[in-house]
Nanobody, 121 residues
Framework: QVQLVESGGGLVQAGGSLRLSCAAS????????MGWFRQAPGKDRYFVAT????????VYAENVKGRFTISRDNSKNLVYLQMNSLTPEDTAVYYC??????????????WGQGTQVTVSS
């Protein structure tokens, strides 16, 4: 059983940056591919980015490509989402998730509780 805890959310002005972190415990972190998702009020949860277990491969949603960077540190059981050039449309609860699959269609087995990101105009 893997537990995931996100942190780093908050309020930021448009054009600003935030770095989200997700701490994993209870399993072998390097066995899992990791993903970030987000859910805005009244909307479905959408894929943001994913990173392979080794950190070599990454995939991004088109609307964050070039602005967001996913990375991981297997020695610390952490995955990060660096978010730059934020816009109000990035406002959402951000979730990290763990999967033994890889790619945008992967099925995720474990989810964190989410961290709120609010971007003011």
């Amino acid at each position: 059983q893997v537990q995931l805890v996100e942190s780093g959310g908050g309020l930021v002005q448009a054009g600003g940056s935030l770095r989200l972190s997700c701490a994993a415990s209870g399993g072998t972190f390097s066995n899992y591919n990791m993903g970030w998702f987000r859910q805005a009020p009244g909307k479905d949860r959408y894929f943001v980015a994913t990173i392979s277990w080794s950190g070599v491969r990454t995939v991004y949603a088109e609307n964050v490509k070039g602005r967001f960077t996913i990375s991981r540190d297997n020695s610390k059981n952490l995955v990060y989402l660096q978010m730059n050039s934020l816009t109000p449309e990035d406002t959402a609860v951000y979730y990290c998730a763990a999967s033994r699959d890889y790619g945008i269609t992967a099925v995720y087995d474990y989810w964190g509780q989410g961290t709120q990101v609010t971007v003011s105009s």
